[in-house]
């Protein structure tokens, strides 16, 4: 049982647990973070004395108020300009290893109803038994249990056959990198497959292209056009490494705006690239503690 002088030193040790658990659920660090801080007001006002597990009991809190924010949540991204992506994190989150979570899984997850994330997540990723998930989700253990395995199929489906290792696919991003912004099309052409598809998330207030841009043809037009531009100018590289479980790369563009660049790569080649220009998106980074690696 905690005692009330012990609140903030419970929740303070919980908080990490929390902020991934409402990262994982929304997509969005800021939004997390909103969460997390108002299930610390609830816990605040909480009789402990009821309480058996202070982590079960935060975790439901948190989950219930992630459920209630992404049914407004749904709504916003309707009406969202362009692709949504998943605001970017850098390397594996804690207690989380490579490649449990990636952008392309988060982009999956995005896809199934509030309860099936929910009954995924916290069953599959964060260890909880069916039993634990019932009392947060109010539904039946055996629900939970169908929610979490209709969940897993589409998730499946996201998950590549073929993981990379971390030196082919630090090779492959930053011959991407260059390739990309010297609008050199004959790496281009060696880099990307066939049905690549490139994703940009500008959120309506950031220059980005609006819609997927399909088929590796289509994608190495666009960068040689980019290269081509009378005021087109090399980004630095600010970072080279795991974006959401994925290599790639972020840059100070020439607008003096970061840009963060994550490549899902499949037997050698990029099947999916995925590109964040949302500023909003971003300021959680802190790009400013990362040193400049120079130009291309």
Known sequence: ????????????RLRPRLTRIAYRMLGSV??????????FIRWHKTDKSSVRSEEAFLVSIVTRLCLDHLKSARVRRERYVGDWLPEPIFNPLEEETEGDITLTLMMALERLSPLERAAFLLHDVFGQDFKQ??????RDAATCRQLANRARNHIQKAKPRFPVSDEQGSRIAAAFFNASRTGD??????LLADDVVMYADGGGVRLSVVKPIYTAENIIRFFEGVSRRADFELPTLLFEGLIDGLHGFATM??????????????????????VMRN???LGHLQFAKFPAKGTA
């Open 1 to 12: 049982m905690s005692q009330p002088d012990d609140t903030l030193e419970a929740f303070n």
């Open 30 to 39: 800021a939004e997390a973070e909103d969460i997390v801080q108002e299930g």
């Open 133 to 138: 998930i019932a009392q947060t989700i109010n």
């Open 185 to 190: 099309t004959q790496t281009l052409q060696t």
């Open 253 to 274: 563009e020439s607008d003096d705006l970061p840009q963060t660049t994550a490549l899902e790569i499949e037997n050698g080649k990029i099947k999916a690239i995925y």
């Open 279 to 281: 500023p909003e998106k």
